[in-house]
């Protein structure tokens, strides 16, 4: 019923052929009986005129021969009597069978005497009382239906027609021509059936081409709907075929002017975004060789600082250090416009997280000579492979970690690895400062501080995280913050274990497992 | 003293590249055309060239094409970050190796240029044979029969590392550090683009390869030495 429902709703053919064949099924009918009930009257009325004329030449022959017999025996008027019921019996329409019944009329006088007689034992008795009635009242022809019986107990559905007879010397008589109505009803039968037939042939006939009808208006919807499908999965130079000018022509029309116009759109965007790109390619070739030789120059006089006066040594010193920062901001802006650009690549290859990670710690952990932070890693398994760009992962974890150790002020490092069979977590939490709700919506944000008066002491561009969160969804993996004012903060961030993959489910939870809400409110 | 041929057309880098290789040691040529560049590599052929890939007259990697087909002299292609189609280019071309710009520092730079001067496997001497060919490490040859194959320095260098040790897998970043004098590279295409410019000089069918053969997600060996 279910699955019959969703067909009807799915299904604009078949909706159509169903309702159609409903309301052809209704019309039919009504025909068909309008037609059945003209057909059987017309036949019904066609076969009693013509009975009615057929008895009334019998009961003229009949009267004839009796008026002509008077002066005869009674054994010669039994023999004209019996001549007359075969005459009856056996003229007319052959078909048609009928019986002839002669019966004294109960009014007249009683006599030994009895002409009565029935051919083929049909019985008397079962002649209906209204006809005889209207008889006796009646010198004229009258006729009712009714079931004949005959004396072997047939029965048979019955035209009665009666008229007077006088007999010479017996009285008077009723004689009956009783025409049989099978042959009458098996003719309505079959007119029946031919009816029923042609009602179901024409209402297959109907669905058929209402089916066919349909398809040719669906078809071409539903190549629409399958082009306009394609479409929407980027084959932007599909096109509707038009093949006719009706409203479905109309339809491909508008259909075509709407793609071409996304076309042009998509195109016009595309165009935008290689420009950009282009750009970015050139910045990045006009800055870096001024900087190259920039950095080259500065060596060249830090490394000469120890024979220079006090001030211009520490000025190559910020000159060295300075040039570092610019080009860590540039190539952080670079990066930040290729996202923009929607031009980064992934570049995945196969690889152990774990090292990855001691890596950055080592290098990092070399850095922050000012504050010493304790960083742990702790992990579920010793090697941790995943297919992504180790790069962008690498970067990841320097950004994490760099944030982390840039607010932790002296506290313990956490790196937490978790895995499932599809994905791969890693948590960095640091007990430092935290941060408040306010914040956690724009940590991500680009050149956001949590602190804007807090010194830079590691020199980050403020992008870091922002280039983070870009890189965790690049290979469709995710990157959450969590965080409470003087209970540190937490950043998780989840990669499918394959670049590209849907995450199924999440190993950490941004919310670190040391934390309680309940406690930290009371 | 080595001669090094400097090519960029940045007249301040090329100056300053100048400056620094010439206080650590090194005779320079300094010229800015790509056109210029074979001019000055013909006429005074250098031990290395250092070569930018963007230059006016000749396209770098063209002029790196022209050189190899002259000379097996180590080149090291310029370039800025970020153009990663040109440096598989420049590898394809023939060069040996790639620096990015701006560089992280000089050291890194000299560094890179005495390891493509260096006699590497100088502790080596002698004869190698794997599969059909004899390497004569002392005379830097390499022989299959009677005919001798060319091979540039660093190509010898890379088929030495193998061969010298049949069987051994080498990963991609063990070639990188023994080879190249990377302390630690995550760009792992110098090796596959080296491997492939090998293979395509001593292999029979270096779609089949049978010398240098690769050890699936992990790296290369040198086959057997039958």
Same mark, same amino acid.
């Given at each position: 019923?279910?699955?019959?429902?969703?067909?009807?709703?799915?299904?604009?053919?078949?909706?159509?052929?169903?309702?159609?064949?409903?309301?052809?099924?209704?019309?039919?009918?009504?025909?068909?009986?309008?037609?059945?009930?003209?057909?059987?009257?017309?036949?019904?009325?066609?076969?009693?005129?013509?009975?009615?004329?057929?008895?009334?030449?019998?009961?003229?022959?009949?009267?004839?021969?009796?008026?002509?017999?008077?002066?005869?025996?009674?054994?010669?008027?039994?023999?004209?009597?019996?001549?007359?019921?075969?005459?009856?019996?056996?003229?007319?329409?052959?078909?048609?069978?009928?019986?002839?019944?002669?019966?004294?009329?109960?009014?007249?006088?009683?006599?030994?005497?009895?002409?009565?007689?029935?051919?083929?034992?049909?019985?008397?008795?079962?002649?209906?009382?209204?006809?005889?009635?209207?008889?006796?009242?009646?010198?004229?022809?009258?006729?009712?239906?009714?079931?004949?019986?005959?004396?072997?107990?047939?029965?048979?559905?019955?035209?009665?027609?009666?008229?007077?007879?006088?007999?010479?010397?017996?009285?008077?008589?009723?004689?009956?021509?009783?025409?049989?109505?099978?042959?009458?009803?098996?003719?309505?039968?079959?007119?029946?059936?031919?009816?029923?037939?042609?009602?179901?042939?024409?209402?297959?006939?109907?669905?058929?081409?209402?089916?066919?009808?349909?398809?040719?208006?669906?078809?071409?919807?539903?190549?629409?709907?399958?082009?306009?499908?394609?479409?929407?999965?980027?084959?932007?130079?599909?096109?509707?075929?038009?093949?006719?000018?009706?409203?479905?022509?109309?339809?491909?029309?508008?259909?075509?002017?709407?793609?071409?116009?996304?076309?042009?759109?998509?195109?016009?965007?595309?165009?935008?975004?290689?420009?950009?790109?282009?750009?970015?390619?050139?910045?990045?070739?006009?800055?870096?060789?001024?900087?190259?030789?920039?950095?080259?120059?500065?060596?060249?006089?830090?490394?000469?600082?120890?024979?220079?006066?006090?001030?211009?040594?520490?000025? #190559? @010193?910020?000159? +060295? !250090?300075?040039? %570092?920062?610019?080009?860590? =901001?540039? /190539?952080?802006? &670079?990066?930040?416009?290729?996202?923009?650009?929607?031009?980064?690549?992934?570049?995945?290859?196969?690889?152990?997280?774990?090292?990855?990670?001691?890596?950055?710690?080592?290098?990092?952990?070399?850095?922050?000579?000012?504050?010493?932070?304790?960083?742990?890693?702790?992990?579920?398994?010793?090697?941790?492979?995943?297919?992504?760009?180790?790069?962008?992962?690498?970067?990841?974890?320097?950004?994490?970690?760099?944030?982390?150790?840039?607010?932790?002020?002296?506290?313990?490092?956490?790196?937490?690895?978790?895995?499932?069979? #599809? @994905?791969?977590? +890693? !948590?960095?939490? %640091?007990?430092?400062?935290? =941060?408040? /709700?306010?914040? &956690?919506?724009?940590?991500?944000?680009?050149?956001?501080?949590?602190?804007?008066?807090?010194?830079?002491?590691?020199?980050?561009?403020?992008?870091?995280?922002?280039?983070?969160?870009?890189?965790?969804?690049?290979?469709?993996?995710?990157?959450?913050?969590?965080?409470?004012?003087?209970?540190?903060?937490?950043?998780?961030?989840?990669?499918?274990?394959?670049?590209?993959?849907?995450?199924?489910?999440?190993?950490?939870?941004?919310?670190?497992?040391?934390?309680?809400?309940?406690?930290?409110?009371? | 003293?080595?001669?090094?041929?400097?090519?960029?057309?940045?007249?301040?880098?090329?100056?300053?590249?100048?400056?620094?290789?010439?206080?650590?040691?090194?005779?320079?040529?300094?010229?800015?055309?790509?056109?210029?560049?074979?001019?000055?590599?013909?006429?005074?052929?250098?031990?290395?060239?250092?070569?930018?890939?963007?230059?006016?007259?000749?396209?770098?990697?063209?002029?790196?094409?022209?050189?190899?087909?002259?000379?097996?002299?180590?080149?090291?292609?310029?370039?800025?970050?970020?153009?990663?189609?040109?440096?598989?280019?420049?590898?394809?071309?023939?060069?040996?190796?790639?620096?990015?710009?701006?560089?992280?520092?000089?050291?890194?730079?000299?560094?890179?240029?005495?390891?493509?001067?260096?006699?590497?496997?100088?502790?080596?001497?002698?004869?190698?044979?794997?599969?059909?060919?004899?390497?004569?490490?002392?005379?830097?040859?390499?022989?299959?029969?009677?005919?001798?194959?060319?091979?540039?320095?660093?190509?010898?260098?890379?088929?030495?590392?193998?061969?010298?040790?049949?069987?051994?897998?080498?990963?991609?970043?063990?070639?990188?550090?023994?080879?190249?004098?990377?302390?630690?590279?995550?760009?792992?295409?110098?090796?596959?683009?080296?491997?492939?410019?090998?293979?395509?000089?001593?292999?029979?069918?270096?779609?089949?390869?049978?010398?240098?053969?690769?050890?699936?997600?992990?790296?290369?060996?040198?086959?057997?030495?039958?």
């Amino acid at each position: 019923m279910r699955s019959f429902r969703s067909i009807f709703q799915r299904s604009l053919s078949a909706k159509v052929v169903l309702s159609t064949v409903i309301l052809s099924l209704g019309v039919v009918w009504l025909a068909g009986s309008a037609l059945d009930s003209r057909l059987s009257d017309g036949i019904r009325s066609t076969n009693l005129n013509s009975s009615l004329a057929e008895a009334r030449l019998a009961f003229f022959n009949a009267q004839f021969k009796l008026l002509m017999a008077q002066s005869l025996t009674v054994e010669e008027r039994k023999e004209i009597l019996a001549g007359i019921v075969v005459d009856a019996t056996t003229q007319g329409i052959k078909e048609q069978r009928r019986e002839v019944i002669i019966v004294k009329t109960p009014t007249s006088k009683k006599s030994s005497l009895s002409y009565e007689m029935a051919s083929n034992g049909a019985l008397s008795e079962s002649i209906p009382e209204n006809v005889r009635k209207k008889i006796l009242k009646s010198s004229e022809l009258e006729y009712t239906y009714g079931t004949l019986i005959y004396g072997n107990g047939d029965k048979e559905d019955s035209l009665f027609v009666g008229n007077r007879i006088d007999i010479p010397g017996a009285g008077r008589y009723e004689m009956y021509v009783v025409f049989s109505l099978a042959q009458q009803a098996s003719t309505i039968t079959l007119i029946q059936n031919s009816l029923l037939v042609t009602g179901f042939a024409l209402i297959i006939l109907i669905a058929l081409i209402t089916w066919i009808v349909v398809r040719q208006v669906v078809r071409p919807v539903r190549e629409a709907a399958l082009i306009a499908k394609q479409f929407t999965q980027g084959e932007f130079d599909l096109r509707l075929p038009i093949t006719s000018k009706d409203e479905l022509a109309t339809l491909a029309h508008s259909f075509n002017d709407m793609a071409a116009s996304i076309e042009q759109q998509i195109s016009r965007l595309e165009n935008l975004s290689r420009v950009q790109q282009r750009f970015v390619s050139d910045v990045t070739h006009e800055l870096r060789t001024p900087l190259t030789t920039l950095r080259m120059a500065s060596e060249v006089i830090y490394n000469h600082r120890a024979s220079f006066e006090a001030p211009v040594a520490r000025s #190559s @010193e910020l000159l +060295v !250090a300075q040039l %570092d920062r610019f080009e860590r =901001l540039l /190539e952080d802006l &670079l990066e930040v416009s290729r996202f923009d650009a929607e031009v980064a690549v992934l570049e995945p290859v196969n690889f152990d997280l774990l090292p990855l990670i001691k890596r950055c710690v080592a290098d990092l952990g070399v850095d922050s000579d000012e504050k010493t932070s304790d960083i742990s890693i702790k992990s579920d398994n010793s090697v941790v492979y995943l297919t992504a760009d180790m790069r962008r992962v690498e970067r990841i974890m320097r950004n994490l970690l760099s944030n982390a150790l840039d607010h932790c002020d002296g506290s313990q490092i956490e790196i937490t690895v978790a895995t499932t069979e #599809s @994905e791969i977590a +890693v !948590a960095v939490r %640091d007990h430092g400062s935290g =941060l408040d /709700e306010a914040s &956690l919506i724009r940590v991500f944000d680009r050149f956001w501080r949590a602190d804007p008066s807090r010194a830079r002491v590691r020199g980050g561009t403020g992008l870091g995280l922002s280039i983070a969160l870009e890189d965790a969804r690049l290979h469709n993996g995710e990157l959450d913050a969590w965080g409470r004012p003087g209970k540190g903060a937490n950043f998780v961030l989840t990669l499918p274990r394959i670049a590209g993959d849907a995450i199924q489910s999440r190993p950490l939870k941004p919310v670190p497992d040391d934390f309680h809400e309940d406690n930290f409110y009371q | 003293m080595a001669r090094i041929l400097v090519v960029d057309d940045a007249l301040d880098l090329a100056e300053m590249l100048g400056i620094v290789l010439t206080s650590h040691g090194f005779d320079v040529e300094i010229v800015n055309r790509g056109d210029e560049a074979l001019e000055a590599f013909r006429s005074n052929p250098p031990d290395l060239v250092l070569l930018d890939v963007m230059l006016p007259g000749i396209d770098g990697i063209e002029v790196c094409t022209q050189i190899r087909k002259e000379s097996m002299v180590p080149i090291v292609m310029l370039s800025a970050k970020g153009e990663s189609i040109d440096i598989v280019r420049g590898l394809e071309a023939g060069a040996d190796d790639y620096i990015q710009k701006p560089f992280r520092d000089e050291l890194e730079l000299i560094a890179r240029i005495r390891t493509r001067l260096r006699r590497t496997n100088s502790d080596i001497t002698g004869l190698l044979t794997i599969g059909d060919l004899t390497i004569d490490v002392t005379a830097h040859e390499v022989i299959r029969g009677s005919q001798k194959i060319t091979l540039t320095r660093l190509e010898f260098d890379l088929l030495v590392a193998l061969a010298k040790d049949p069987g051994r897998v080498f990963t991609r970043d063990a070639l990188l550090s023994e080879v190249w004098g990377y302390r630690h590279s995550t760009d792992t295409r110098l090796v596959n683009v080296h491997v492939q410019r090998l293979r395509s000089k001593i292999e029979h069918d270096p779609e089949h390869p049978e010398i240098v053969m690769t050890v699936r997600g992990v790296g290369y060996k040198a086959g057997g030495t039958a």
